[in-house]
């Protein structure tokens, strides 16, 4: 796996950056099995249909969003290489992940093939701006394998499109026919993780296998400071268990990167700091009282 800073070149030089082998097998074993709260195998659909039903009737929308049950999904969601990488590519430490989904699809069901496009619509209220913090990160984490029969995603390196207008995001192949064939299929053992620009256009495609699937996770990270971007407020999600239960089990720094204030603070006082103890009794809020008294 190439170093932070060649990834980050690659990223910069193309737009996009294939990390092979980036989690650990155990890391995909454990996701695959957290998966499984969510999504049936691919064996264990075509056994039971009938209890799948909502899914073989929308297959194209199968998408489950942070919070997740299993702690292990938040926390790769949150991992720190990836906060790393993050906070390298946008030159700041204040980042924020604005988007985590989860995402199945399934060898014949379901219509993959995407037109060309940028995702920045859905993710900023103005034109993008793909320089310093101003920079989103977007990331595919593989939980399957990958190949040119599973729907892989195709990326256009920038290199190509750098000069070209973004607006509009979509390029239909029978007005764009040439950008298709500029594209590089994302061909991947599970582990890897693709980092893209959201001004590198990509898009899914159809999958032609007769039988599998392909779990993946997608993420966006952004820079805390540009409320104009940004795809999710997690604090919308404040009265699920499931975060409740994951904020009080993870790192400062994992907290901070869904907007948690960090240590030192200065929303921390004596009444915030009993307060956050009451509602969530199982946080150590040690790092935070001891950067308090500082």
Do not use: C
Not at 57 to 68: G, L, T, V
Not at 219 to 228: E, I, M, T
């Amino acid at each position: 796996m190439p170093s932070n800073t060649k990834a980050i070149s690659q990223l910069l030089d193309h737009g996009f950056v294939l990390l092979p082998r980036f989690l650990r097998p155990t890391d995909v074993k454990a996701a695959r099995k957290a998966v499984a709260n969510y999504f049936p195998s691919p064996e264990e659909l075509a056994l039971k249909p009938l209890r799948y039903r909502a899914l073989t009737e929308s297959p194209d929308f199968q998408q489950i969003e942070f919070p997740y049950v299993d702690h292990t999904l938040n926390h790769i969601a949150l991992h720190p290489r990836i906060l790393d990488f993050v906070a390298a590519a946008l030159g700041t430490d204040d980042i924020i992940l604005s988007r985590s989904a989860l995402w199945a699809k399934y060898a014949g069901m379901g219509d993959f093939d995407q037109p060309m496009h940028a995702d920045y619509e859905g993710n900023t209220l103005v034109f993008p701006r793909d320089d310093g913090d101003y920079r989103q990160i977007n990331i595919i984490l593989y939980y399957s394998d990958v190949d040119a029969t599973l729907g892989p995603t195709h990326v256009v390196s920038q290199r190509h499109t750098r000069n070209d207008p973004l607006w509009p995001p979509f390029r239909p192949r029978e007005a764009y026919p040439d950008i298709y064939d500029l594209a590089t299929p994302i061909i991947t053992k599970a582990g890897g993780m693709l980092v893209f620009s959201m001004t590198s256009f990509h898009r899914g495609t159809a999958i032609t296998a007769d039988f599998g699937a392909r779990f993946t996770h997608h993420l966006v990270y952004r820079a805390k400071r540009h409320g104009f971007q940004g795809y999710q407020l997690w604090p919308s999600y404040g009265e699920q268990h499931e975060l409740q239960s994951f904020l009080e089990r993870a790192t400062p720094r994992q907290r901070e990167a869904i907007g948690f204030p960090k240590p030192g603070d200065h929303y921390w006082n004596e009444a915030t700091l009993a307060g956050v103890a009451r509602r969530y009794p199982g946080m150590d809020l040690r790092p935070y009282r001891k950067a308090k008294m500082r």
